[in-house]
């Protein structure tokens, strides 16, 4: 295995050892990128100077005996999503400029406090309302599992990136699965955190969007979440502090839960067998810890407050967007654009009042009926690569089962700002990763974490890489 398949806080913790050097990690990680890209497409632009520049600075300052943090010298990739300052930040379109962003968004200066080393921009679907991770600007991104299949999206680069070793962790954003399906199409960990948790300057698709990471080892999931979560007074408004460091929560015991088991998809979509065996192998393993699982059947949203959520608000935001050329955009991109002007202020106002009311019923349900939900991440593993874009651009308004599927068990969690994780515990029959989700109640990272580390080892997933690149 790649250096960079190792955990990225003992990774850093070799750096302030002088075992290893930033510089080395970075080099490898140019090296993977290289001689793998041609083939994936994780990655969209870089800066192998700046990297390299920043690297020996972290070398630097470990030289001269100086305390530094957690992640000091680890590279890390942003997603082409998020604006780092000077870097481009195109939304992965072609109607958009790639002119040096003016400032960072906050998630970017969290990282670097936390001693990342930025390396490069992944791929993501334009604007992100895509559960693959394929544009028109800047191509396909290829599973390295198998790259006939996609990695799925939209932090679909950010994946790739960690699963295929160019870094140990990723940043990554989630607006309705977007790092839990990406986690699950490639055998890695993804966390959604609650709402709030992660400071922003704007929360986006009526506070549904998160950021957060993609990774492979849960004590680099736990210390990402300490580092991400600290509270920023420029966000407006912040989750409550845990009642101790995320990292204490990896191995820690804790009681025995209730879980629902939920194997029917919420939208109805059909479940395929091996989205039903993830579920059943993870329920398994709870079960054999000690805790109870049992099938449930919660409210998760009505039919009319879901066509809210998509058809009004997602829509308004993407109208919003700040195109430079809007009519460079996919075709999916400006049926949906089209469509928000069918909507008015009041209609906007119903919608989201209908989410809230409706949340409000959705939440209570943890700590009543049940402690946490299992269910499959997605209903279908990976499609194939081009399907599910050519899909939407051909016939936004067709049923597009496919991205469905897809987005059937996680899209509930971002509405109601529920904390959830994607597990890696099931190989298909094709050889592909299948995850399993886990679903907190308000604010229950904490309990994610404990109860997804307690499995780490039995399921092996630390371990376990795509066969042709170790």
Request: hydrophobic share 45%; charged share 20%; aromatic share 8%.
């Amino acid at each position: 295995m790649s250096l960079l398949h190792e955990s990225a806080v003992n990774l850093a913790a070799r750096i302030r050892r002088r075992e290893i050097s930033s510089v080395e990690l970075v080099t490898e990680a140019i090296a993977r990128r290289d001689r793998f890209e041609p083939e994936l497409n994780a990655l969209v632009w870089h800066d192998d100077e700046a990297s390299l520049a920043a690297a020996r600075e972290a070398d630097a300052l470990v030289a001269r005996g100086d305390d530094v943090p957690v992640f000091h010298g680890v590279p890390v990739p942003i997603k082409e999503l998020t604006w780092v300052e000077g870097q481009p930040g195109t939304f992965a379109s072609l109607g958009v400029s790639d002119a040096p962003r003016p400032v960072s968004d906050l998630v970017v200066d969290q990282l670097q406090k936390a001693g990342f080393v930025l390396f490069g921009r992944s791929n993501s679907p334009e604007a992100g309302p895509m559960s693959v991770t394929e544009n028109q600007r800047f191509g396909v991104t290829r599973n390295p599992w198998d790259p006939r299949y996609s990695p799925a999206g939209s932090s679909g680069g950010a994946a790739v990136a960690v699963a295929a070793g160019y870094a140990p962790v990723a940043q990554a954003t989630d607006g309705g699965g977007s790092i839990r399906m990406p986690a699950s199409a490639t055998g890695l960990v993804g966390l959604k955190p609650s709402r709030g948790r992660v400071p922003t300057r704007i929360p986006g698709w009526e506070h549904s969007i998160t950021d957060g990471a993609i990774t492979r080892h849960m004590i680099d999931t736990a210390a990402m979440l300490d580092t991400l979560s600290r509270v920023d007074p420029r966000a407006p408004y912040a989750a409550p502090a845990p009642e101790r460091p995320f990292v204490e929560e990896v191995g820690a015991q804790g009681p025995a839960r209730r879980i629902g088991l939920l194997l029917a998809a919420p939208n109805g979509v059909p479940v395929e067998p091996e989205a039903i065996a993830a579920a059943t192998a993870l329920a398994e393993a709870l079960e054999s810890l000690g805790h109870h699982v049992e099938p449930v059947a919660p409210f998760l949203y009505s039919p009319e407050a879901v066509m809210g959520f998509l058809d009004v608000i997602v829509n308004a935001w993407l109208w919003a967007t700040p195109y430079d050329e809007p009519e460079r955009a996919e075709p999916y991109i400006q049926a949906r654009r089209r469509r928000a002007s069918d909507f008015g202020a009041a209609d906007y106002a119903i919608a989201a009042s209908r989410l809230y009311a409706e949340t409000a019923v959705l939440t209570a349900q943890w700590g009543r009926d049940f402690d946490l939900l299992l269910t499959p991440t997605m209903a279908a593993p990976p499609p194939l690569v081009g399907t599910v874009l050519a899909e939407a651009n051909e016939d936004f308004a067709g049923p597009r089962v496919a991205e469905n599927q897809m987005v059937a068990f996680t899209a509930f969690c971002n509405i109601a700002g529920l904390p959830a994780i994607s597990l890696p515990v099931h190989i298909s029959e094709l050889g592909l990763p299948v995850g399993a989700q886990l679903v907190g109640g308000p604010f229950g990272e904490s309990e994610l974490i404990r109860l997804a580390s307690s499995v780490e080892e039995y399921f092996g997933w630390t371990t376990r890489v795509p066969p042709r690149f170790p």
